[in-house]
Nanobody, 121 residues
């Protein structure tokens, strides 16, 4: 079965750093584009960063550009989000998402359960 398991969240002070990881299994990770989203209660889920299958292209929300870095290790079926210079407004549940096409060319859209990031002094 497909699994996306996020880890690395927690409580950090403003200006601090966290590194989130998302371990994938049950599908061909290297065929998927990977995206980190975040959500605050009562608000729409927001795209934070995305990365293409081979890692050659990345995209970031303007609010995190220059502070966050998305990367992937296809050999380890893992995508990362390095978060530096964290701000209180970065507080949210962060979700890992995988999108792509199966070998039978069926689209898929998988989500992890999320990991809480809290930035507070």
């Amino acid at each position: 079965q497909v699994q996306l398991v996020e880890s690395g969240g927690g409580l950090v002070q403003p200006g601090g750093s966290l590194r989130l990881s998302c371990a994938a299994s049950g599908f061909t990770f290297s065929s998927a584009s990977m995206t980190w989203y975040r959500q605050v209660p009562g608000k729409e889920r927001e795209l934070v960063a995305s990365i293409t299958r081979a890692g050659g292209s990345t995209n970031y929300a303007e609010s995190v550009k220059g502070r966050f870095t998305i990367s992937r290790d296809n050999a380890k079926n893992t995508v990362f989000l390095q978060m530096n210079s964290l701000k209180p407004e970065d507080t949210a549940v962060y979700y890992c998402n995988a999108r792509g096409y199966s070998s039978s060319k069926r689209p898929y859209d998988y989500w992890g359960q999320g990991t809480q990031v809290t930035v507070s002094s």
